[in-house]
Nanobody
């Protein structure tokens, strides 16, 4: 199991940018696919982006494609989500995740961070 801790969230105006980081401890993350999900009250956790263990493959939800970029630095045991051109509808708690499978499904990720709030004001 790997432990994950998110940082970098906060309040930003629409059109602004934030970069989320996810620091891993415990087992090395180099053999794990990594992902970002988000959740708003009353809704299910939603896929945002995923990256393969080596960083050569990425996948994005249509709602963030072209605005968000997922990346990872295995030597630093850290995953990132660069979020540009933020919109009020991006407001959510963002979770990083690690799993054995490169997937859009939350059930395929066995390790989760505690979540971090991102709020985009209009």
């Amino acid at each position: 199991q790997v432990q994950l801790v998110e940082s970098g969230g906060g309040l930003v105006q629409a059109g602004g940018s934030l970069r989320l980081s996810c620091a891993a401890s415990g087992r090395t993350i180099s053999s794990y696919a990594m992902g970002w999900f988000r959740q708003t009250p009353g809704k299910e956790r939603e896929f945002v982006a995923a990256i393969t263990w080596g960083g050569f493959g990425t996948d994005y939800a249509d709602s963030v494609k072209g605005r968000f970029t997922i990346s990872r630095d295995n030597a630093k045991r850290t995953e990132y989500l660069q979020m540009n051109s933020l919109k009020p509808e991006d407001t959510a708690v963002y979770y990083c995740a690690a799993g054995q499978k490169f997937s859009r499904l939350a059930n395929d990720f066995g390790s989760w961070g505690q979540g971090i709030q991102v709020t985009v004001s209009a």
